[in-house]
Protein backbone atom coordinates (compact mmCIF):
# COMPACT_ATOMS: atom_id res chain seq x y z
CA UNK A 1 0.00 0.00 0.00
CA UNK A 2 1.21 3.54 -0.73
CA UNK A 3 0.79 6.19 1.70
CA UNK A 4 0.05 9.84 0.86
CA UNK A 5 3.45 11.56 0.45
CA UNK A 6 2.41 14.63 2.67
CA UNK A 7 2.63 12.50 6.11
CA UNK A 8 6.17 10.84 5.48
CA UNK A 9 7.90 13.98 6.81
CA UNK A 10 5.67 14.51 9.98
CA UNK A 11 7.94 13.00 13.43
CA UNK A 12 7.30 10.54 15.53
CA UNK A 13 4.98 11.99 18.60
CA UNK A 14 6.36 13.12 21.35
CA UNK A 15 5.58 10.65 23.81
CA UNK A 16 6.13 7.83 21.70
CA UNK A 17 9.64 9.30 21.64
CA UNK A 18 9.87 10.06 25.39
CA UNK A 19 9.41 6.28 26.01
CA UNK A 20 11.99 5.22 23.56
CA UNK A 21 14.29 8.04 24.88
CA UNK A 22 13.55 6.69 28.71
CA UNK A 23 11.76 3.20 29.35
CA UNK A 24 15.06 0.74 28.67
CA UNK A 25 16.17 3.31 31.97
CA UNK A 26 14.90 2.28 35.70
CA UNK A 27 14.20 5.73 37.55
CA UNK A 28 16.46 7.00 40.26
CA UNK A 29 13.57 7.33 42.63
CA UNK A 30 10.34 7.72 42.90
CA UNK A 31 8.59 8.39 39.86
CA UNK A 32 7.07 11.76 39.26
CA UNK A 33 5.59 12.75 35.60
CA UNK A 34 5.68 16.04 34.79
CA UNK A 35 5.46 15.15 31.58
CA UNK A 36 1.97 15.89 30.35
CA UNK A 37 -0.57 18.38 30.06
CA UNK A 38 -3.19 16.47 31.78
CA UNK A 39 -5.21 18.20 34.78
CA UNK A 40 -5.35 16.36 38.15
CA UNK A 41 -7.05 18.93 40.10
CA UNK A 42 -10.64 17.91 41.59
CA UNK A 43 -13.35 18.40 38.76
CA UNK A 44 -16.54 20.58 39.63
CA UNK A 45 -18.89 18.57 41.97
CA UNK A 46 -22.06 18.91 39.44
CA UNK A 47 -20.35 16.67 36.97
CA UNK A 48 -21.80 13.54 38.24
CA UNK A 49 -25.07 14.47 39.67
CA UNK A 50 -25.86 15.66 35.92
CA UNK A 51 -24.84 12.88 34.64
CA UNK A 52 -27.28 10.85 36.71
CA UNK A 53 -29.81 12.93 35.78
CA UNK A 54 -29.32 12.76 32.25
CA UNK A 55 -28.08 9.20 31.83
CA UNK A 56 -30.68 8.30 29.72
CA UNK A 57 -29.69 10.72 26.92
CA UNK A 58 -27.39 8.16 26.15
CA UNK A 59 -29.99 6.03 24.40
CA UNK A 60 -30.68 9.36 21.82
CA UNK A 61 -28.52 10.82 18.73
CA UNK A 62 -26.92 14.20 20.32
CA UNK A 63 -27.50 17.45 19.27
CA UNK A 64 -24.67 17.44 16.06
CA UNK A 65 -23.75 21.26 16.50
CA UNK A 66 -24.43 21.34 19.77
CA UNK A 67 -27.89 21.78 21.91
CA UNK A 68 -29.71 25.42 21.95
CA UNK A 69 -28.64 25.34 25.94
CA UNK A 70 -24.95 24.83 25.32
CA UNK A 71 -24.72 27.05 22.83
CA UNK A 72 -26.69 29.25 24.65
CA UNK A 73 -24.58 28.80 27.67
CA UNK A 74 -21.04 29.37 25.67
CA UNK A 75 -22.86 32.73 24.02
CA UNK A 76 -22.91 33.72 27.31
CA UNK A 77 -19.53 32.81 28.55
CA UNK A 78 -17.91 34.85 25.38
CA UNK A 79 -20.09 38.05 26.48
CA UNK A 80 -19.12 37.72 30.64
CA UNK A 81 -15.21 36.94 29.52
CA UNK A 82 -14.86 39.25 26.45
CA UNK A 83 -17.72 41.76 25.75
CA UNK A 84 -18.40 40.49 22.58
CA UNK A 85 -21.86 39.29 20.83
CA UNK A 86 -21.37 35.90 19.36
CA UNK A 87 -24.70 34.47 18.50
CA UNK A 88 -25.46 30.80 18.80
CA UNK A 89 -25.07 30.56 15.14
CA UNK A 90 -21.69 31.47 15.16
CA UNK A 91 -20.79 28.57 17.54
CA UNK A 92 -20.22 25.08 17.40
CA UNK A 93 -19.65 22.24 20.46
CA UNK A 94 -16.59 20.93 19.51
CA UNK A 95 -15.54 17.13 20.72
CA UNK A 96 -12.63 18.66 22.22
CA UNK A 97 -10.51 21.08 21.14
CA UNK A 98 -8.43 19.26 19.01
CA UNK A 99 -11.05 18.19 16.39
CA UNK A 100 -12.05 21.53 15.97
CA UNK A 101 -8.39 22.73 15.53
CA UNK A 102 -7.74 19.85 12.95
CA UNK A 103 -11.45 19.75 11.09
CA UNK A 104 -11.28 23.76 10.57
CA UNK A 105 -8.06 23.63 8.64
CA UNK A 106 -9.96 21.08 6.42
CA UNK A 107 -13.64 23.00 6.14
CA UNK A 108 -11.79 26.35 5.25
CA UNK A 109 -8.31 25.93 4.07
CA UNK A 110 -8.23 26.55 -0.13
CA UNK A 111 -6.88 24.63 -2.54
CA UNK A 112 -4.74 27.30 -3.86
CA UNK A 113 -4.40 30.70 -2.79
CA UNK A 114 -3.49 33.22 -5.34
CA UNK A 115 -2.48 30.65 -7.93
CA UNK A 116 -0.03 28.54 -5.52
CA UNK A 117 0.33 26.40 -3.11
CA UNK A 118 -1.43 27.67 0.57
CA UNK A 119 0.62 27.96 3.41
CA UNK A 120 -0.10 27.39 6.80
CA UNK A 121 1.89 29.47 9.22
CA UNK A 122 2.66 27.56 12.53
CA UNK A 123 4.98 28.53 16.00
CA UNK A 124 7.61 26.53 16.64
CA UNK A 125 7.62 24.95 18.66
CA UNK A 126 3.66 24.03 18.44
CA UNK A 127 0.49 21.51 19.15
CA UNK A 128 1.07 19.01 17.01
CA UNK A 129 -2.36 18.82 15.42
CA UNK A 130 -1.37 22.14 13.62
CA UNK A 131 1.62 20.22 11.40
CA UNK A 132 -1.24 17.19 10.88
CA UNK A 133 -3.67 19.45 9.68
CA UNK A 134 -1.48 21.37 7.37
CA UNK A 135 -0.44 17.73 5.57
CA UNK A 136 -3.97 16.57 5.72
CA UNK A 137 -4.88 19.74 3.47
CA UNK A 138 -1.81 19.77 1.25
CA UNK A 139 -0.90 23.04 2.90
CA UNK A 140 2.90 23.77 2.99
CA UNK A 141 3.62 24.87 6.59
CA UNK A 142 6.18 26.92 7.54
CA UNK A 143 7.11 27.11 10.65
CA UNK A 144 8.33 30.60 12.47
CA UNK A 145 10.19 30.00 15.82
CA UNK A 146 9.11 31.39 18.96
CA UNK A 147 12.09 32.51 20.94
CA UNK A 148 12.95 34.64 24.35
CA UNK A 149 13.95 37.54 21.85
CA UNK A 150 10.48 37.72 20.67
CA UNK A 151 8.77 36.99 23.86
CA UNK A 152 8.19 33.24 22.81
CA UNK A 153 5.74 34.78 20.11
CA UNK A 154 6.44 33.94 16.51
CA UNK A 155 6.83 36.88 14.42
CA UNK A 156 4.70 36.22 11.28
CA UNK A 157 5.30 40.19 10.76
CA UNK A 158 8.81 39.76 9.63
CA UNK A 159 7.67 36.93 7.00
CA UNK A 160 8.77 37.82 3.58
CA UNK A 161 5.69 39.30 1.43
CA UNK A 162 5.69 36.54 -1.09
CA UNK A 163 5.12 34.05 2.25
CA UNK A 164 2.46 35.89 3.50
CA UNK A 165 0.82 36.49 0.10
CA UNK A 166 0.28 32.45 -0.10
CA UNK A 167 -0.91 31.99 3.64
CA UNK A 168 -4.32 31.00 4.01
CA UNK A 169 -4.52 29.93 8.09
CA UNK A 170 -2.25 30.95 10.60
CA UNK A 171 -2.32 29.08 13.95
CA UNK A 172 -1.82 31.02 17.07
CA UNK A 173 -1.65 29.68 20.71
CA UNK A 174 -2.38 32.35 23.65
CA UNK A 175 -1.29 31.59 26.32
CA UNK A 176 1.43 29.32 24.67
CA UNK A 177 2.09 25.95 24.73
CA UNK A 178 4.86 24.91 26.13
CA UNK A 179 6.10 28.88 26.83
CA UNK A 180 3.15 30.23 28.27
CA UNK A 181 3.89 33.18 26.69
CA UNK A 182 0.25 35.69 25.79
CA UNK A 183 -0.35 37.75 22.87
CA UNK A 184 -1.24 41.22 23.91
CA UNK A 185 -3.54 43.14 22.49
CA UNK A 186 -1.39 45.10 20.52
CA UNK A 187 0.15 41.62 19.09
CA UNK A 188 -3.34 40.86 18.33
CA UNK A 189 -4.11 43.96 17.05
CA UNK A 190 -1.11 43.71 14.43
CA UNK A 191 -1.67 40.35 13.17
CA UNK A 192 -5.34 40.88 12.58
CA UNK A 193 -3.93 43.90 10.50
CA UNK A 194 -1.41 41.55 8.75
CA UNK A 195 -4.29 39.40 7.67
CA UNK A 196 -6.31 41.82 6.52
CA UNK A 197 -3.48 43.40 4.10
CA UNK A 198 -2.62 39.37 3.08
CA UNK A 199 -6.09 37.91 3.52
CA UNK A 200 -5.65 34.61 5.52
CA UNK A 201 -7.45 33.56 8.64
CA UNK A 202 -6.41 33.20 12.07
CA UNK A 203 -6.76 29.90 14.16
CA UNK A 204 -6.52 31.00 17.75
CA UNK A 205 -6.25 28.43 20.04
CA UNK A 206 -6.94 29.94 23.41
CA UNK A 207 -7.35 26.74 25.66
CA UNK A 208 -5.70 27.58 28.45
CA UNK A 209 -6.93 31.00 28.46
CA UNK A 210 -8.46 30.91 32.32
CA UNK A 211 -4.85 29.69 33.62
CA UNK A 212 -3.39 32.79 34.01
CA UNK A 213 -1.00 34.51 36.54
CA UNK A 214 -1.81 38.43 36.51
CA UNK A 215 -4.54 39.20 34.20
CA UNK A 216 -6.94 37.89 31.80
CA UNK A 217 -5.40 37.01 27.96
CA UNK A 218 -7.01 39.08 25.83
CA UNK A 219 -9.41 36.83 22.63
CA UNK A 220 -8.28 37.26 19.30
CA UNK A 221 -12.01 37.75 18.99
CA UNK A 222 -12.39 40.28 21.11
CA UNK A 223 -9.71 42.46 19.73
CA UNK A 224 -11.48 41.65 16.21
CA UNK A 225 -14.98 42.79 17.22
CA UNK A 226 -12.98 45.91 19.07
CA UNK A 227 -11.03 47.28 15.82
CA UNK A 228 -14.39 46.42 13.23
CA UNK A 229 -12.57 43.31 11.88
CA UNK A 230 -14.99 41.25 9.97
CA UNK A 231 -15.37 38.15 12.16
CA UNK A 232 -14.40 35.85 9.62
CA UNK A 233 -11.28 36.73 9.90
CA UNK A 234 -10.99 34.40 13.54
CA UNK A 235 -11.37 31.69 14.55
CA UNK A 236 -11.13 30.83 18.08
CA UNK A 237 -10.66 27.26 20.06
CA UNK A 238 -12.02 26.92 23.87
CA UNK A 239 -11.93 23.72 26.05
CA UNK A 240 -13.31 22.70 29.22
CA UNK A 241 -9.98 20.46 30.02
CA UNK A 242 -7.60 23.02 31.51
CA UNK A 243 -10.55 25.23 32.59
CA UNK A 244 -12.75 23.24 34.70
CA UNK A 245 -10.21 20.04 34.72
CA UNK A 246 -12.20 17.71 32.53
CA UNK A 247 -10.02 16.45 30.04
CA UNK A 248 -11.75 13.39 29.52
CA UNK A 249 -15.06 15.11 29.42
CA UNK A 250 -13.71 16.15 25.22
CA UNK A 251 -15.75 19.25 25.59
CA UNK A 252 -15.13 22.48 24.22
CA UNK A 253 -16.42 24.99 20.87
CA UNK A 254 -15.25 26.78 18.03
CA UNK A 255 -16.47 30.50 17.02
CA UNK A 256 -16.05 32.80 14.39
CA UNK A 257 -18.35 34.35 11.62
CA UNK A 258 -21.42 32.28 10.51
CA UNK A 259 -19.93 31.44 7.27
CA UNK A 260 -16.96 30.12 8.99
CA UNK A 261 -18.90 28.04 11.25
CA UNK A 262 -20.99 27.35 8.68
CA UNK A 263 -19.09 25.65 6.60
CA UNK A 264 -17.64 23.63 9.73
CA UNK A 265 -20.57 22.55 10.50
CA UNK A 266 -21.56 21.12 7.20
CA UNK A 267 -18.11 18.79 7.74
CA UNK A 268 -19.20 17.79 11.08
CA UNK A 269 -22.44 16.62 9.64
CA UNK A 270 -20.63 14.29 7.27
CA UNK A 271 -17.66 13.76 9.01
CA UNK A 272 -17.52 14.74 13.11
CA UNK A 273 -18.44 13.42 16.62
CA UNK A 274 -20.85 15.13 17.79
CA UNK A 275 -20.42 14.88 21.53
CA UNK A 276 -23.04 12.51 23.46
CA UNK A 277 -26.17 14.73 25.16
CA UNK A 278 -25.10 13.76 28.93
CA UNK A 279 -21.77 15.35 28.30
CA UNK A 280 -23.26 18.88 26.49
CA UNK A 281 -25.51 19.19 29.74
CA UNK A 282 -22.47 18.93 32.23
CA UNK A 283 -20.71 20.89 29.80
CA UNK A 284 -23.50 23.50 29.85
CA UNK A 285 -23.35 23.99 32.81
CA UNK A 286 -19.73 24.30 32.94
CA UNK A 287 -19.57 27.53 31.09
CA UNK A 288 -22.29 28.90 33.26
CA UNK A 289 -19.73 28.67 36.53
CA UNK A 290 -17.25 30.87 37.40
CA UNK A 291 -16.55 29.43 40.82
CA UNK A 292 -14.98 26.28 40.23
CA UNK A 293 -12.57 28.06 37.39
CA UNK A 294 -11.27 30.54 40.24
CA UNK A 295 -10.94 28.11 42.69
CA UNK A 296 -8.53 26.27 40.04
CA UNK A 297 -6.61 29.21 38.92
CA UNK A 298 -5.91 29.58 42.49
CA UNK A 299 -4.20 26.22 42.84
CA UNK A 300 -2.11 27.32 39.94
CA UNK A 301 -1.17 30.36 41.29
CA UNK A 302 0.23 28.34 44.39
CA UNK A 303 2.48 26.32 42.15
CA UNK A 304 3.55 29.37 40.12
CA UNK A 305 5.14 30.47 43.60
CA UNK A 306 6.46 27.30 44.41
CA UNK A 307 8.51 27.02 40.87
CA UNK A 308 9.27 31.30 42.01
CA UNK A 309 11.18 29.69 45.62
CA UNK A 310 12.66 26.75 43.67
CA UNK A 311 14.36 28.38 40.93
CA UNK A 312 15.16 31.74 42.22
CA UNK A 313 18.46 33.15 41.28
CA UNK A 314 18.35 29.99 38.08
CA UNK A 315 19.62 31.23 35.39
CA UNK A 316 17.03 31.79 32.48
CA UNK A 317 14.47 30.70 35.07
CA UNK A 318 11.05 32.80 33.90
CA UNK A 319 7.30 31.94 35.37
CA UNK A 320 4.81 31.34 32.53
CA UNK A 321 2.22 34.37 32.11
CA UNK A 322 -0.63 31.74 31.64
CA UNK A 323 -0.88 27.72 31.18
CA UNK A 324 0.88 25.55 33.50
CA UNK A 325 3.95 24.67 31.79
CA UNK A 326 7.63 25.61 32.98
CA UNK A 327 9.71 26.16 29.49
CA UNK A 328 13.36 25.35 31.43
CA UNK A 329 16.51 26.31 29.93
CA UNK A 330 18.97 23.75 29.85
CA UNK A 331 22.09 22.61 27.56
CA UNK A 332 20.24 20.23 25.47
CA UNK A 333 16.61 19.03 26.34
CA UNK A 334 16.85 15.03 25.26
CA UNK A 335 20.05 15.01 27.78
CA UNK A 336 18.76 17.00 30.99
CA UNK A 337 15.55 14.79 30.09
CA UNK A 338 17.22 11.12 30.83
CA UNK A 339 20.12 12.41 33.48
CA UNK A 340 16.69 13.65 35.42
CA UNK A 341 14.88 10.26 34.93
CA UNK A 342 18.07 8.14 35.71
CA UNK A 343 19.03 9.92 38.74
CA UNK A 344 16.17 11.32 40.38
CA UNK A 345 12.83 9.27 38.69
CA UNK A 346 11.55 13.02 37.61
CA UNK A 347 9.83 12.23 33.94
CA UNK A 348 10.03 15.60 31.69
CA UNK A 349 9.60 16.45 28.24
CA UNK A 350 12.20 17.65 25.92
CA UNK A 351 11.49 20.83 24.24
CA UNK A 352 12.39 19.59 20.71
CA UNK A 353 9.96 17.10 20.90
CA UNK A 354 7.16 19.39 20.68
CA UNK A 355 9.43 21.80 17.66
CA UNK A 356 10.47 21.45 14.26
CA UNK A 357 14.08 21.45 12.99
CA UNK A 358 14.01 24.14 10.34
CA UNK A 359 17.47 24.58 8.44
CA UNK A 360 19.17 23.11 10.95
CA UNK A 361 18.02 24.56 14.15
CA UNK A 362 15.25 23.61 16.32
CA UNK A 363 14.34 26.30 18.72
CA UNK A 364 13.17 23.56 21.33
CA UNK A 365 16.39 21.79 21.81
CA UNK A 366 18.08 23.89 24.86
CA UNK A 367 14.56 23.11 26.57
CA UNK A 368 12.50 20.84 28.79
CA UNK A 369 8.62 21.04 29.59
CA UNK A 370 7.80 20.47 33.00
CA UNK A 371 3.97 20.23 33.97
CA UNK A 372 2.75 21.63 37.28
CA UNK A 373 -0.61 19.53 37.17
CA UNK A 374 0.73 17.23 40.39
CA UNK A 375 -0.82 18.30 43.90
CA UNK A 376 1.42 21.01 45.15
CA UNK A 377 3.23 18.64 47.55
CA UNK A 378 4.16 16.11 44.37
CA UNK A 379 4.72 19.32 42.18
CA UNK A 380 7.31 20.47 44.81
CA UNK A 381 9.20 17.29 45.29
CA UNK A 382 9.57 17.05 41.61
CA UNK A 383 10.63 20.73 40.99
CA UNK A 384 13.76 20.55 44.13
CA UNK A 385 14.53 17.13 42.49
CA UNK A 386 15.10 18.94 39.07
CA UNK A 387 16.69 21.76 40.06
CA UNK A 388 18.96 19.75 42.23
CA UNK A 389 19.96 17.77 39.33
CA UNK A 390 20.57 20.30 36.85
CA UNK A 391 21.17 23.28 37.87
CA UNK A 392 22.90 23.06 41.28
Known amino acids: MVYPERFSNLPEYAFPRLRTLLDSHAPGGEAIAMTIGEPRHAMPGFVGPILAETLGEFAKYPANDGTPELLGAISGWLKRRYAVEVGTDRIMALNGTREGLFNAAIALCPEAKNGQKPIILIPNP ?26 FLPDYASLPAEVLDRTAIVYLCSPSNPQGAIASREYLAELLALAEKHDFKIFADECYSELWRLAPPPGALQVAAEAGHDPERVVIFHSLSKRSNLPGLRSGFVASGPENIRRIRQLRAYAGAPLPQPIQRVS ?34 RLPDGGFFLWLPVEDGETAALKLWRETGVRVLP ?9 GDNPGKSYIRVALVAPKEETQRGLIRLRDCIYV
Do not use: C, M
Open 284 to 317: ERAWSDEAHVVDNRALYAEKYNIASEVFAGVQGF
Open 351 to 359: GAYLAREVN
Open 126 to 151: FYQVYAVAAATVGAEAVFVPARAETD
